[in-house]
């Protein structure tokens, strides 16, 4: 294990280039998971483009794309008996990070049903933060990936800005609907939206 670690600092396989975007892997998440689920992360994210580094953060990881910051929890071992602090460390983190999502893997039924019931039970808002359940830890990352990848593309791209300029115009193509509607007598705003 300690060689492990040691060629896990600078892994020799991990473009250097970053053109993908930057992942920040937390040390401590590291440190607990099986090495070759490390080298499928380092390879995966090798493959695209993505810069790997190794540092002591709160989340699990932390993505930079299109300079927009993304963080992650990712569960790998969904306890059915022992949930609490994976909640405490979820709603601490949401109050420091915008965007943040939480990864959980949930391979049995069992981890599912305990997973959705404690959700429920301990008052979570849906979309805040998102979490996204998933069967095994490959898919799981790679879900990671591409939540990250997408954020950071609509960033680049201002898609938000985009879409709220669309639905002012759109809302005010509406007004002038109905003020020409309601301008015919006889015709009022209840019967204009109808």
């Not at 483009?49 to 709160?58: E, G, K, M, Q």
């Not at 015919?184 to 109808?194: E, F, K, Q, W």
């Amino acid at each position: 294990m300690a060689n492990f670690r040691a060629s896990c600092r600078d892994p020799p396989n991990v473009s250097s280039s970053g053109s993908g975007g930057v992942c920040m892997m937390r040390n401590a998440w590291r440190d607990k998971q099986h090495p070759s689920f490390i080298n499928f992360i380092s390879s995966f994210l090798n493959a695209n483009s993505f810069l790997l580094n190794f540092v002591p953060i709160a989340p699990d990881f932390i993505f930079n794309c299109g300079g927009l910051s993304v963080a992650f929890v990712f569960v790998t071992n969904w306890d059915c008996n022992s949930y609490l602090p994976t909640y405490s460390r979820v709603h601490k983190l949401k109050e420091q990070f915008a965007n943040l999502y939480i990864d959980v893997t949930l391979p049995t039924r069992e981890q599912n049903d305990s997973f959705v019931r404690s959700y429920f039970k301990l008052g979570m808002k849906l979309g805040r933060p998102t979490f996204v359940p998933v069967k095994d830890l490959e898919m799981g990352f790679e879900k990671i990936v591409k939540i990250a990848h997408a954020r950071g593309v609509c960033m680049r791209q201002d898609v938000a800005s985009k879409s709220r300029a669309e639905r002012k115009r759109l809302v005010q193509g509406m007004d002038v609907f109905l003020r020409v509607i309601t301008s015919i007598p006889g015709i009022d705003n209840h019967d204009a939206d109808s």
